[in-house]
């Protein structure tokens, strides 16, 4: 059986029974009621995959589709999703997406009969975009959003790309489209240049290993369906689109896939919206496209998903783009062991660990991590630091980093994200790279440390009673959360 959205909770049901969560009262997506549930949940530490039975949908009554919210909220999940060991650690992981994609795999075209997302079509004056549960997400966003990935094909080289794009919506069947200025922005453009129609489709349910693969960051000519397929770990069924035939493939087994066209010469004001940084980003014109939405497709009792940033999905949803890091700075420096980039407190940080064989090591690695447009603080640590530990990379600060000597600051002369508020010129940004690894030039204070034939003969259940043990709170207070 083809890997879908509901392979992936049988899947969760086997090995995290308890961690799937129906909820049955009525809620109100675009009233922030999701939004207010996951952000309890959170506070208390719990991330469970919850599935809303009975959303509302934009014209206030319970929708025919349910939705599911914290599909990659976690690490298991994200694990059970990509087919990883739950032994594995974080840095593990990302270095798996590394293996990943080396090994990518090309979709298949299925008829539209065998395609489940085509049990249902509407298209022309049938389409309604509010039968939908789609959500606010934060206080003073324009309207509701849409906020999954949507799939374009380059004109020319025929190649698929698939990104994450806001679209808030604005009637029944149109919506804006906002661009950051990168791959699906590039095909875009080359259409409105020739005063063409971009052909898209934005796909609203499907296996995470899907939306993870969609995450992929890499070279413009590589098709991302092979490298969803490599991230499924088969295939990607895909079938014509109800608009654009063969000219535009979807997925076939997708739970809801909306397409259209992305309208030349017209844009349309989109915002504001509560952003990955954890700010509301503002209105939005130039880079917002009219999206013109010509036909749902479905499948019968299909499920809506969503993701909320910064909180949600992102953390392990975005492990990919670790991945991505870890690939692009380890071409540079071989020796680097882990990048950390991630969630809300390194949205634009990025920690690098490294075995250094010479001091210009730190440099050249952070010379090839500003090469992505996330990137504008590079602190580069030794690879005896655990990047993803705050409490040890605030102590690698404190006592291996001289400012004046291992602190620099470009002229804001980069490339900057257009969702970062700190920016006043949109294209451009400041860098600052921290070198907080210790020299190779001068003797250095060796780390102090227990003896490790006295942690291995030392055991502590031998000197405290187990009883009294497993009543010891876990203080997980100085990790990242």
């Known amino acids: 059986m083809p890997k879908s959205l509901s392979s992936f909770l049988e899947d969760c049901r086997r090995e995290i029974p308890a961690e799937v969560v129906h909820v049955t009262p009525e809620v109100d997506p675009a009233n922030y009621d999701v939004s207010a549930i996951i952000k309890h949940l959170g506070a208390a530490r719990k991330f469970p995959l919850l599935i809303f039975d009975r959303p509302r949908n934009l014209h206030g009554r319970v929708s025919d589709f349910k939705l599911m919210m914290n599909f990659t909220i976690s690490q298991r999940k994200a694990q059970i999703a990509l ?11 990302a270095e798996a997406c590394v293996e990943i994609e080396k090994n990518r795999v090309a979709p298949v075209v299925v008829e539209n009969r065998d395609a489940p997302v085509m049990e249902n079509v509407r298209s022309g004056d049938a389409v309604d975009l509010r039968e939908l549960p789609i959500m606010r997400h934060h206080y003073m966003d324009g309207g509701p959003y849409i906020t999954l990935c949507t799939i374009a094909k380059d004109r020319r080289q025929g190649i698929y790309n698939a990104s994450y794009h806001r679209m808030e919506i604005k009637s029944r069947n149109h919506a804006s489209h906002y661009h950051s200025q990168h791959h699906q922005w590039i095909i875009f453009r080359d259409y409105e240049d020739q005063g063409l129609e971009c052909p898209v489709a934005t796909v609203l349910g499907h296996h995470p290993a899907f939306y993870m693969g969609a995450c992929y960051t890499g070279p413009f000519e590589v098709s991302e369906y092979d490298i969803i397929g490599a991230y499924l770990r088969e295939p990607l069924r895909v079938t014509p689109s109800t608009t654009w035939g063969d000219d535009l493939l979807i997925p076939a087994d997708a739970e809801i896939v909306i397409e259209g066209a992305l309208i030349p010469g017209e844009r349309i004001v989109d915002g504001p919206f509560g952003e990955a940084p954890g700010y509301l980003g503002p209105q939005r014109f130039f880079s917002a496209c009219r999206y013109e939405v010509r036909a749902i497709n479905y499948r019968s009792n299909g499920t809506y998903q969503s993701v909320i940033t ?22 540079a420096v071989p020796g680097v062991t882990a990048v950390c980039k991630a969630g809300r407190h390194a949205h634009y940080n990025i920690f690098i660990a490294m075995k250094k064989m010479s001091e210009g090591d730190p440099g050249r690695a952070a010379a090839a991590a500003l090469t992505e447009l996330h990137a504008k603080h590079i602190f580069v640590f030794d690879d005896d630091i655990d990047v993803y530990n705050s409490t040890e990379i605030l102590w690698a600060l404190a006592t291996r ?5 291992q602190v620099s600051i470009t002229q804001p002369t980069f490339t900057g994200n ?7 010129d949109e294209t451009k940004t400041s860098v600052m790279i921290v070198d907080a690894t210790r020299p190779l030039d001068r003797p250095f204070s060796p780390v102090s440390k227990v003896p490790d034939e006295a942690m291995a003969r030392i055991k502590v259940e031998d000197y405290i009673p187990g009883e009294i043990l497993q ?9 990242w959360s």
Do not use: F, N
């Open 83 to 93: 087919d990883l060991p739950k032994e594995m650690t974080r840095a593990q992981m």
């Open 401 to 405: 980093v001289q400012p004046h000597r």
């Open 471 to 479: 009543h010891i709170p876990v203080d997980r207070t100085t990790y």
């Open 418 to 424: 257009y969702l970062d508020p700190t920016v006043v």
């Open 310 to 331: 910064p909180e949600g999905d992102k953390p392990w949803l975005d492990l990919p783009r670790e991945g991505a890091y870890l690939r692009r700075i380890r071409e």
